[in-house]
């Protein structure tokens, strides 16, 4: 696991990459740049009560505690959004991760690229709605770095592992696969969920996930073989 994730950290940010990198890190900073409008937008909107109620300290407050929530709720969406990104380019990664370390194997069949997206649609909503409804106990010490990684390792490594996957087997191939080895790809999905949590770091994510899925997913379909 380790040696797959550096291999995959290295790959992330070497020149046959760079290209799909930069569009990467820039599509994500421009839905970031759009979600962070929506939500200063939102607090524009907020009514104020004026200097006749409690000498203006009520709206005072209120802006605090709206502009605080807003950067709570904007925190959590950046890894949804990271992954929406990781729709556009994951064929993309993986055929060049494929290859470039394993040549010698039949190369993975590309999904079209409208199923591909509604798929990252799909997965973003799941995502959003999980770590919204985990919002409460990520405002406690300790427990919400901790919960983060196990909530989002479990759902990064489901779905990134058998997208990855029907590349070249089919969905139940793919889904028997995932479940004989579900506590390795938990793994692999907890080391990503890692990986978005280290600042700028995290805007690269859908690289290093695709790029260590595909690893993990070589490894485990050549152990099935055995």
């Keep these: 696991m380790l040696s797959d994730a550096i291999r995959a950290l290295r790959e992330t940010f070497s020149p046959p990459f760079r290209q799909t990198m930069w569009l ?49 709720v904007l925190i959590p969406l950046v890894h949804p959004v990271v992954t929406l990104v990781a729709g556009f380019f994951l064929e993309t990664i993986a055929a060049r991760v494929e290859a470039e370390d394993y040549p010698a194997d039949p190369p993975g069949n590309d999904q079209p690229f409208l199923q591909s997206l509604v798929v990252a649609l799909r997965f973003t909503l799941v995502l959003i709605v999980v770590n919204l409804l985990a919002l409460p106990l990520y405002l406690l010490p300790f ?14 490594g489901r779905e990134y592992f058998e997208l990855v996957a029907l590349r070249h087997v089919s ?33 690269f994510a859908p690289l290093f996930a695709t790029a260590l899925m595909v690893h993990t997913y070589k490894r485990l379909a050549a152990g099935s073989r055995i």
């Design 143 to 156: 427990v919400n770095v901790a919960l983060f990684w196990v909530i989002n390792g479990y759902l990064i």
């Design 24 to 72: 990467s890190l820039g599509l994500t900073v421009f839905i970031l740049v759009l979600f962070g409008a929506g939500l200063q937008w939102a607090l524009t909107a907020i009514p104020e009560f004026g200097p006749d109620l409690a000498g203006g300290w009520v709206d005072t407050i209120l802006q605090f505690i709206a502009r605080f929530l807003a950067v709570i």
């Design 171 to 203: 969905t139940t191939e793919a889904e028997l696969l995932r479940k004989r080895y579900r506590a390795r790809i938990f793994l692999a999905g907890v080391v990503i969920a890692l990986f978005t949590t280290v600042p700028v770091l995290n805007l």
